[in-house]
């Protein structure tokens, strides 16, 4: 059943990369949500290997001030740019949750 959904998330890239590639960035948009939503339904969530895609989601929901469920997109991710955000959002998670230590040992 794995592979069916790596296999799903494989297509979903092949397309979306066509679709942009051909200047249809609304439909590649779409596939992508549409991707996306479906995998989640079934708690398939985006696979390690997509840096860029860890990344997004960890920013998204940073600003949506869900810190715990950022955290684990950032560190996945290994971008240069998640780590400067991770931090950051470490500091105002601590200002929230209390002592500064304590998210900075996590």
Avoid at 42 to 48: A, D, L, M, R
Avoid at 83 to 94: G, H, K, Q
Avoid at 95 to 101: K, S
Wanted: aromatic share 12%; net charge neutral.
């Amino acid at each position: 059943m794995t592979g069916s959904y790596f296999n799903a998330h494989q297509k979903t890239r092949t397309f979306t990369s066509r679709y942009s590639k051909s200047g249809q960035y609304d439909t590649a948009i779409d596939v992508l949500f549409q991707s996306a939503r479906e995998l989640l339904k079934v708690s398939q969530h985006c696979p390690t290997g997509d840096q860029d895609l860890h990344h997004y989601i960890g920013e998204l929901l940073y600003k949506d001030g869900a810190f715990d469920a950022a955290e684990p997109h950032f560190l996945v991710s290994g971008k240069r740019d998640s780590a400067c955000s991770l931090a950051n959002m470490m500091i105002e998670w601590s200002a929230v949750g209390g002592a500064l230590g304590n998210f900075a040992l996590r």
